[in-house]
């Protein structure tokens, strides 16, 4: 079975601040990571992956298979970043999509 | 860059009428398309992956005779929602993809029934 966990579903932090999503997850094979990013009355928007290694909007994210850890990483926060992030896994196998409860990011001026 | 367009973005519906959702891929072939549920300040559930020119594959819990999924071209997935109940208030979302890109997510149609 697949599972994602986001341990903060609240993140608040202040503009210029490092802020850090944890993403967990739970998979016997080899999977793919996501992050997707929600602004407000937006659709869901992948971010990055982790077949990509690059970075989007200052962000990165580095699987760790010893760890199971897909966290994902800004040094310095801006107020745009404000929205909602979703760590999604995708299995070997198949097509789906499993998310994270997802975690709301609120960034103050 | 892939566009999905979802339609319609709200409606509101009298107890026991059927609703459909259509979900269209604008710029790209779908082979797969899913359809998410996602209730207030929760995660997007999977319901259902459709792939064109076959039957649904339903997730665990998920009634298929309730919710009935069309993906009759590699452009065009429906949702329909039979005998609508107050329960079945969400927010529902599509995704699609080809077998090169990952998913890419409509808008949402958020589903009131009266």
């Known amino acids: 079975a697949q599972r994602v966990t986001q341990p903060e579903k609240l993140l608040s932090v202040f503009k210029g601040a490092p802020v850090e999503l944890k993403c967990n997850y739970s998979y016997s094979g080899s999977p793919e990571l996501f992050w997707y990013v929600q602004y407000s009355r937006q659709r869901l928007q992948l971010l990055l992956r982790h077949i990509s290694r690059e970075s989007i909007k200052g962000f990165t994210a580095d699987l760790n298979k010893g760890e199971t850890s897909f966290h994902l990483k800004k040094p310095f926060a801006q107020e745009e970043d404000s929205a909602m992030y979703y760590c999604a896994l995708k299995g070997a196998a198949g097509n789906k999509l499993t998310f994270g409860g997802g975690t709301r990011v609120l960034v103050k001026p | 860059g892939a566009v999905v367009s979802q339609h319609p973005s709200w409606v509101i519906c009298k107890s026991g009428t059927s609703v459909k959702i259509e979900c269209r891929s604008l710029?790209?072939?779908?082979?797969?398309m899913f359809w998410y549920r996602q209730f207030p300040k929760q995660s997007l559930m999977l319901m259902a992956t459709?792939?064109?020119?076959?039957?649904?594959?339903?997730e665990q819990g998920v009634e298929k005779d309730k919710f009935l999924i069309n993906h009759a071209s590699l452009t065009l997935s429906t949702l329909t929602v039979t005998s609508a109940h107050p329960e079945d208030s969400s927010f529902y979302i599509c995704s699609a993809r080809d077998r090169v890109q990952p998913q890419h997510f409509g808008d949402g149609t958020r589903l009131s029934i009266l």
């Open positions: 459709s792939n064109e020119g076959s039957k649904a594959t339903y």
């Open positions: 710029d790209f072939q779908a082979t797969t």
